[in-house]
């Protein structure tokens, strides 16, 4: 199943509701181990295999860094899905596709559960796919958002992104790291190694979605910023050894695993969530295998 394909099962709310039932459900009738990263020539392979109601999948997906200067994507890859008793193959997935579709919904779900209602403004740092892919989402399931400013590391791209999102009626600027001062939902979607903006700059009552950073020696948050925020997880082991945003935080002694406030799926079934209108929440995203199979499972279903 192709990205226009996997795009036409599955719209972005339906996929937000199927992750949160899912986490509704408890990661626990998951099997979720953790993913294996190797190191290969051109950059790394990630192997994220997982099991459940919705059958077994594995995703094989590729990091290659030098490939957006060649016109290439970032992240390549394939998914397999397999029947649940059986184990029968169904379906494959362009693997690109269904992460790109699987990360910003659930961005989606934590911005749901823990952004103030009425949120109107929101700023995006970084112009690739996940930075298309989170606006999309956030638009689509945010309806009181009415602007979007985009902060690009590249002018070209920031532009380009800007274009588009114009072109479809969205109200979209390009702004600099400043625009987080007057942002309701920020959403950091980059490969950044040091943090984005200053944690000061953060208003009160806003909500942040930290997507990148998918190594635990790159961080795109100021380690200030996480331990008076509500900060929520998707898995609290997962976060621990994969997050660098935390990893680098704890080793700093500004952060402790305590000051972790909740998991996601705490959060879906009520037992935590955003304490006051004011209160800053922080969602730091890892991504996990299952996440991957409920999707699959949904948009094949569909």
Known sequence: MGREDLRAA?????????????FGQGIDAYMNPERETHAVPSGELMLMPAAGEEGVGVKLVTLTPDNPARGRPFIQGVYALFSPTEQTPEAIFDGAALTEL?????????????ARPG???LVVFGAGVQAAAHIECLLATCPTLRDVGIVGRDPGRAAALVARLRAQGVD????????????DII???????????PAEWVPAGAHVNAVGAYRTDRRELDAALL?????????RDAALSEAGDLVLAIAEGALAESDIDADLREVVAGR???PDPTAITVFKSVGLAFEDLVIARAALRR
């Open 119 to 121: 949120a109107e403004r």
């Open 187 to 197: 959403c950091t979607c980059t490969t950044a190694a040091e943090p984005l903006f």
């Open 10 to 22: 599955l719209d972005y709310g339906a996929a937000v509701d199927a992750l949160d039932a899912a």
């Open 227 to 235: 331990a008076p925020a509500t900060l929520v997880v998707e898995d």
């Open 102 to 114: 699987r990360t910003a919904a659930v961005s989606g779900l934590a911005t749901r559960r823990l």
């Open 172 to 183: 979209a600027w390009e702004v600099t790291a400043e625009a987080v001062r007057t942002a």
């Open 272 to 274: 935590a969530g955003r």
